[in-house]
């Protein structure tokens, strides 16, 4: 007796130190890839829901020149099924990546064309409010500075802000050449903070214009909802002539 319930109490203390692994719905980014000519970007991110247990996944296509997303190129699946102890919810961006095979071809998107990082925030992202972060590319032999600006209204459900990120590109030779990423005219509701955790930078070689390279900056948001605080990822695309 005492064996059994010794095992049931390590069965319900790690389903709770799961569950709150689990508290406030984080979101994992997955880097996908690009298209051989880099003018695509996918990427996905997947998590479990605080309150279902559910496992979920988002799949974005991302038109690099426009910075936009290209025709149906937004996706969502949630499991019907709550997972068990020890699942980390990664299988949902399985799921949703068979399940659109199709569209992924269509774009010859190629997972193994990921994106080359030339910033990866250790420190939760600092670079939101103003505070800025400074990067290089080493094959160019390029510089950058990059600057968040984010605008924050209302409060409770009436909730909005927008950003943009100043970016100030610095050649080899010296030259300076200023860039504006992001749309601040719009009002994303219910999100209170952006911080710039990552940038990739776009293939180079075969396809790629060696003359058109391009910036992807991943952003992690802070949500506010029901379930409290939910974090969720978006990319903005930046073009370098």
Request: avoid cysteine.
């Given at each position: 007796m005492l064996r059994k319930k010794a095992l049931y109490a390590i069965i319900f203390l790690g389903v709770m130190i799961n569950s709150g692994l689990w508290a406030g719905d984080t979101a994992f980014f997955v880097d996908l890839g690009f298209s051989p000519d880099g003018k695509i970007y996918t990427f996905a991110q997947y998590g479990i829901e605080s309150r279902t247990l559910r496992s979920w996944a988002d799949l974005f296509i991302v038109d690099v020149p426009r910075n936009n997303f290209?025709?149906?190129?937004?996706?969502?699946?949630?499991?019907?099924?709550?997972?068990?102890?020890g699942q980390d919810g990664s299988g949902a961006v399985y799921r949703i990546i068979a399940d659109n095979s199709a569209l992924l071809s269509k774009y010859n998107i190629s997972f193994l064309n990921q994106g080359q990082p030339l910033y990866i925030a250790v420190d939760n992202g600092v670079a939101e409010k103003g505070q800025g972060i400074e990067f290089r590319d080493f094959d160019l032999g390029t510089s950058y500075k990059a600057n968040l600006?984010?605008?924050v209204e209302g409060s409770g459900t009436n909730l909005k802000s927008s950003f943009y990120i100043n970016v100030e590109k610095t050649a080899q030779n010296g030259a300076k050449t200023a860039y504006t990423a992001g749309t601040p005219?719009?009002?994303?509701?219910?999100?209170?903070?952006?911080?710039?955790?990552?940038?990739?930078?776009?293939?180079?070689?075969?396809?790629?214009?060696?003359t058109n390279d391009s910036l992807i900056f991943v952003i992690e948001t802070e949500h506010h909802g029901s379930e409290g605080i939910v974090i969720r990822y978006m990319v903005e695309a930046l073009n370098l002539p």
């Open positions: 290209v025709s149906g190129g937004r996706l969502n699946f949630v499991h019907p099924s709550p997972i068990v102890t600006i984010q605008y005219q719009l009002k994303r509701p219910l999100i209170s903070s952006y911080k710039i955790v990552k940038v990739l930078t776009g293939p180079r070689g075969g396809a790629a214009r060696q």
